[in-house]
């Protein structure tokens, strides 16, 4: 039996861009203003995460068997006994698993997204003048990417010949029984693909 075992772990690029400290809370403050004045402040925040695997796996099981046997032969006797041939046979099984996991790029996911959820952002607006305008505008933006491309090749081939001899009784005054012996194949795959993103 031959049996293979590969496994292929996730190849990741991963790319988090954050701009504006999303790692960061952002602050923003109105306060000890004039009367009748107008007062704004304005936040952005931008985060961008991405991440992309690429697994290939490809795994070639070959196998080719040959088997046979001899010529049994009884001729020219005046008693001949049985003439019999060998048997012959072929045995052959596969076996392959193949096992792909990205859980570090989901790992990576959750990272960055306990860091944005730490992130919030405040505002407080206080002691402002009679008659002013006060204004906050604060926006997040978040883009979360994932990309998965799994490739997975298994080819098993199998040749196999099996041949048994042949057995003659002839030429005798008083002739045996003559047996050719059996001849037999089996073969058996099992694959396996495992993939977790």
Known sequence: MKKQLIRAAAATVLGISLTAGFASAQTSTIGNTGPDSTNQTNSTNNANWF??????????????????????????????????????????????????????????????????????????????????????????????????????QVQNSNSQSATSGSANVSGNTNGGSATSGSSSNTSSATTTVNVSN
């Open 51 to 152: 991440a992309q695997n690429n697994n290939g796996v490809g795994v070639g099981n070959s196998n080719g068997q040959g088997a046979s046997s001899g010529t049994a032969n009884a001729s020219g006797n005046t008693n001949a006994g049985g003439a019999t041939s060998g048997s012959t046979s072929n045995n052959n099984s596969f076996g392959t698993g193949v096992g792909v996991s990205n859980s570090g790029s989901s790992s990576a996911a959750a990272v960055a997204a306990a860091a944005a959820a730490n992130s919030a952002s405040s505002a407080s607006i206080n002691t402002t003048g009679p008659g002013s305008s006060n204004q906050v505008n604060q926006n997040s933006t978040m883009n979360w990417t994932m990309v998965n491309n799994n490739q997975v």
